[in-house]
């Protein structure tokens, strides 16, 4: 897919050596296929989505899947709506030059079957207090209704509330992925967020070992959180370690949930509540802010969504073993906890942090 990009952007600027195209609308295009140059005006945000560095090492075979493509642009419309508009029209263009330059055939080009992204207009935002204790009530007389295929939402809600992950790398984690460790004589839960679920149309919903962007890395849990996740287990009770937290209708075969099914789920709870713009991703912007506020230190905000490894040196890829000197936990379990459900008050965001709140440093 990378040549056919390439292709696709030499014709975009041949149009604007023609005058057919202005030089902004060039920039707006590559910008939905390429990242940034590094002097580029445009910030390079580690959450965009790029279709060269998604899609490029694919061959076009691999990428001409209808439903992946479909999953692809749903997560990305979660936090982009326009992104994820161009993005289809960007690959509408990419595949057709595709079958012109016969690399598949006109009958396996993908893009008829994928529904062009759509938005509600609402952008991801932090929830208050109130908003956050009240959509996890919405969630709960929803599935009192006997919605069993969507069990999953309410844990899902909660570990995205007590973590900031994105929900396609809630979706993924697996029980091996929660380990207890001590930590000065007092024991705590470390999640470790190394995958993502993505869907094909041959396979459906799966794993994908690797987050969309950035290094795996592990954050300390909030009591409360842990608390929730070790009833689950309990529940559950799953046969093996690497069995999915989250599962879906086919809870016995440990099938994976998607992300498209989740926010289906999602848009089906809100329907004829207040909160008809209600996303998943709202609550890794809650998080952020959260943790920004309640502890003065943006750095530590942007280590809890998974920004502070950057790209690991020589060193962490191929000579620190991690038997011996483990990966830094990001360490915001003290703020964290002012998220319990069960503790949240509505000025949460407005009151100083006291000395008693001082986050403990990351932990090794």
């Known amino acids: 897919m990378s040549k056919i990009f390439a292709e696709l952007d030499a014709a975009y600027k041949a149009k604007v050596q023609a005058g057919k195209m202005s030089e902004d609308t060039y920039n ?10 590094k002097n580029a005006k445009r910030s390079n945000n580690p959450d965009a989505f790029k279709l060269d560095t998604e899609m490029g090492s694919l061959s076009i075979a691999e990428a001409a899947d209808a439903a992946w493509i479909a999953d692809f642009l749903d997560e990305v419309a979660d936090s982009a ?21 016969k690399g598949i055939a006109a009958s396996a080009n993908p893009m008829p079957y994928v529904p062009r992204p759509t938005s509600d207009g609402a952008k991801p935002r932090p929830l208050s207090p109130m908003e956050q204790r009240s959509v996890l009530q919405r969630i709960d007389t929803w ?31 697996r029980w091996c992925d929660i380990t207890k460790e001590d930590f000065d004589g007092v024991a705590g839960s470390v999640l470790r967020v190394c995958g993502t679920v993505r869907c094909k149309s041959k396979t459906g919903p799966y794993r994908n070992p690797g987050r969309k962007s950035g290094n795996e890395y592990r954050l300390v849990l909030p009591d409360w959180l842990a608390a929730e996740l070790d009833t689950e287990k309990e529940k559950a009770a799953p046969a093996l370690e690497t069995l999915p937290i989250l599962r879906g209708p086919r809870s016995a075969s440990g099938s994976w949930v998607s992300v498209s099914n989740a926010r289906m789920a999602v848009y089906a ?34 280590a809890q969504l998974g920004h502070m490894d950057g790209n690991k040196s020589m060193a962490q890829r191929h000579y620190i073993h991690q038997g011996i000197r483990r990966m830094v936990a990001v360490d915001n379990a003290a703020v964290m906890e002012l998220l319990d459900p069960a503790k949240i008050t509505p000025n949460l965001h407005f009151s100083a942090r006291s000395s008693s709140q001082q986050a403990p440093d990351q932990r090794k």
Request: net charge positive.
């Open 143 to 173: 599935l009192d209704d006997g919605r069993g295929e969507s069990r999953y939402l309410r844990l899902l809600y909660l570990l995205l509330r007590g973590t900031g992950m994105r929900p396609g790398e809630g979706l993924a984690v």
């Open 269 to 302: 709870m809100r329907k004829g509540s207040e909160f008809k713009t209600f996303r998943l991703s709202d609550l890794r912007d809650t998080v952020a802010t959260h943790v920004a506020t309640m502890t003065g230190d943006d750095e530590r905000a942007s």
């Open 28 to 37: 707006n295009y590559r910008c939905c296929i390429y990242p940034p140059t």
């Open 81 to 101: 709506p326009s992104t994820a508009y161009h993005q289809y029209r960007q690959l509408c263009s990419a595949f057709k030059l595709a079958v012109l330059r």
